[in-house]
């Protein structure tokens, strides 16, 4: 079977059949017979709609992916729907697919893809682009949504990276903007009344157009500038709307508890419960920050009792209790401390990802320490307080030395502190201040516990994102990055210091797909075709294929990275809203370059136009769920008021 070639139909017994002349030549086979603890099989003739849940990464990424968890299990809740998984092979595996003409096929019943109703997609990051459309050439899909007709799979995506959809524009029938849990179900119904009746394939295309949330992008078309930028986006069809406003679910759903368990080595063997989504920092550099508002929690009785359940049901010895920023969550301490109650002697550890310098106590502390476990993390994300405020993570220094004294105090050896560089306008003084800060880290670990201290600093390199007050900046350029980087590993030295960076050209893929237009849809194919995939992987990283792709089609790739955009430019997904105004993240931008900060929205509403927007589900769900205010009607008015002045 070669590219784009194509594939003898086979049924699941065929490709068992001939799984079984492969499976013991390629590494880790276990990644690719299904049959694990928890999954759900479903007789496939007695269901009427077959959904496959892809994650375009080898299945070792993608099995412990929560969001891949929380749509497999809403749909198999229902009679008439099952939901499979699939995940794309390593490459060993995929020589031997593509030798023996086996195409791919979902893990629990070994139908080929091309037999789904359904195959959905999870994005949440554009690296995973080329390894979207390997995984439909494997199948024997047509690449492009326009070659695909009544006999193939509908096929969707959604994610954080959907919310600029327009480099996948070309290869996906219709993306899920915002939380899939309610959607997806609509999406299915609107599929199920197409089928029955028998209407071309267009019509479906143009239901689902009208379903909030879902954006079909052949039914939009853009017009360029001369100059490159666009000058407008509009609708073709009366079905799709102007803007696509995102989905959001008024209340967390029940989390899953029923995680499938691997039977090989995965990156995270454990259950993850969502303990609240959205944040109400506004670091402005943070596209999830941006696009999940507003913040919902979880209660602490419902996630302590989902655990045990998950707990109960798979033998995992840790939790993770995941949220963009959990110290943040109203209730951590009670949570942490019935966690811990509740499993005690279990020996079960507990991960709390993702934590707040200037939110997490001491009390905290105290609780984690039972569970400590290699290093304490924390992400500072820039060394000097000026570059704090122009990211608005505005943490006193001595505040950030008194937390990390507080963690050796309390027996962690290792501290890891996350940075960035290359935000607006960061000199070399600001990086030299990571060095420093680092240093002085440790210094004061050495007085606490000697010797024994150690400090890991992660520089990763910033990418301006689409939706955020940052969308509008270049990036540093490769030389700017290199010489900053070469900076930290010439000072950032000495014993009980480490560090580790991402190599600046493994940034710029991200930086071109990030904001990247409906032109860049022939880049991803053609890089594809070049050869690229496994783009997030460092050791498989296929540049030259991007490079090679960008002048097949004529595309300036600087154009996407090193240009700084006219505040009134028209973005790529400016048709795509996600609540928060563009006048908002304006501004923001503007206070920026002021170094002004604004507090935790939770202190102060910032009118970022999240509650206008939802006014009437926030109504609808008063009380401590959400953390925006409670609105009445004259508070919407006042408070759309305030961001129209
Ligand atoms: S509406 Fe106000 S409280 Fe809600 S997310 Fe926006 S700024 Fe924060």
């Known amino acids: 079977m070669t590219m784009e070639g194509a594939l003898m139909v086979l049924d699941p017994e065929q490709i068992e059949s001939r799984l079984e002349r492969v499976l013991l030549r390629v590494q880790k086979p276990g990644r690719y017979v299904g049959g ?74 070994k139908h080929a893809l091309v037999d789904f109703d359904i195959l959905g997609f999870s994005l949440p990051y554009e690296t995973l682009y ?97 100059d490159g930028t666009i000058a407008s986006i509009a609708p073709i069809d009366a079905a799709a709307p102007p803007i696509v406003m995102k989905r959001l679910v008024p209340k967390l759903p029940p989390p899953p508890t029923r995680f499938i368990v691997p039977n090989v080595d995965v990156v995270h063997n454990r259950v993850s419960v969502e303990i609240m989504r959205g944040c109400t920092r506004g670091c402005r550099f943070c596209h999830a920050g941006m696009i999940n508002r507003p913040v919902r929690e979880r209660p602490v009785a419902e996630i302590v009792d989902a655990l045990e359940d998950a707990l109960d049901h798979t033998g ?65 994300e820039a060394a000097t307080e000026r570059m704090r405020n122009i990211i608005n993570k505005p943490i006193p220094t001595q505040q950030l030395l008194e937390v990390t004294r507080s963690i050796y105090e309390r027996g962690w050896q290792t501290i890891k502190l996350y940075f960035m560089i290359g935000h607006p306008s960061e000199t070399l003084e600001d990086v030299q201040a990571i060095a420093d800060l680092c240093k002085t880290v440790l210094a004061e670990g050495r007085k606490v516990i000697g010797n024994r201290a150690n400090l890991h600093a992660g520089v990763s390199t910033f990418v301006p994102k689409p939706h955020t007050p940052f969308q509008w900046v270049p990036c540093d350029t490769l030389e700017q990055v290199q010489a900053k980087q070469d900076l930290l590993k010439k000072t950032l030295t000495g014993r009980g210091l480490k560090l580790n960076w991402t190599d600046p050209e493994d940034t710029l893929l991200e930086a071109w797909l990030s904001r990247g237009d ?68 304006t501004q923001d931008y503007r206070w920026s370059l002021e170094g002004k900060t604004r507090v935790d929205c939770r202190q102060q509403c910032f009118a970022c136009g999240i509650l206008p927007t939802f006014a009437q589900m926030r109504r609808e769900h008063p009380g401590e769920g959400w953390k925006c205010p409670e609105v009445s009607r004259g508070r919407v008015r006042a408070v759309t008021a305030l961001q129209e002045a």
């Open 316 to 380: 995992f010895e840790e939790i993770a209790l995941l949220s963009l920023s959990s110290s943040d969550y109203t209730h951590i301490l009670d949570l942490v401390k019935a966690v811990s109650a509740r499993f005690a002697g279990k020996h079960v550890n507990i991960s709390l990802p993702s934590l707040r310098i200037e939110s997490f106590s001491i009390d905290l502390l105290e609780e984690l320490k039972g569970a400590r476990q290699g290093g304490f993390t924390l992400a500072p």
């Open 36 to 109: 694990e603890l928890n999954q759900i099989v479903k007789d496939w003739d007695s269901v009427e709609t077959h959904v496959a849940l892809a994650f375009p990464d080898i299945y070792d990424i993608g099995l412990p992916n929560l969001g891949l968890a929380i749509l497999y299990h809403t749909l198999n809740e229902r009679q008439d729907v099952l939901a499979e998984r699939a995940f794309v092979p390593w490459t060993d595996m995929e020589a031997q697919l593509r030798d023996h003409d086996i195409p791919l096929y979902a893990l629990e019943s």
């Open 518 to 585: 409906r032109r860049m849809a022939e880049v991803v194919y053609a890089a594809w075709k070049n050869g690229a995939k496994f783009d997030a992987w460092q050791d498989q990283a296929h540049l030259d294929a991007w490079h090679q792709a960008f002048d097949q089609v004529r595309l300036d790739p600087d154009f996407y990275t090193y240009r700084t955009r006219f505040v009134d430019e028209i973005f790529p997904w400016e048709h795509i809203n996600p609540g928060v105004k563009k006048s908002f993240l």
């Open 130 to 226: 080329t390894n979207a459309l390997n995984l439909l050439d494997l199948s024997g899909i047509p690449l492009f949504s326009s070659q695909r007709d009544e006999h193939h799979p509908l096929i969707i995506a959604g994610g954080h990276a959907t919310f600029n959809p327009e480099p996948m524009h070309a290869f996906i029938d219709a993306f899920v903007i915002g939380e899939g849990e309610e959607v997806i179900h609509e999406i299915v119904d609107a599929y199920q009344a197409w089928k029955r009746s028998w209407l071309p394939r267009p019509a479906l295309l143009r239901s689902l157009a009208k379903i909030s949330g879902v954006y079909v992008p052949s039914l939009y078309e853009v017009q360029y500038q001369p």
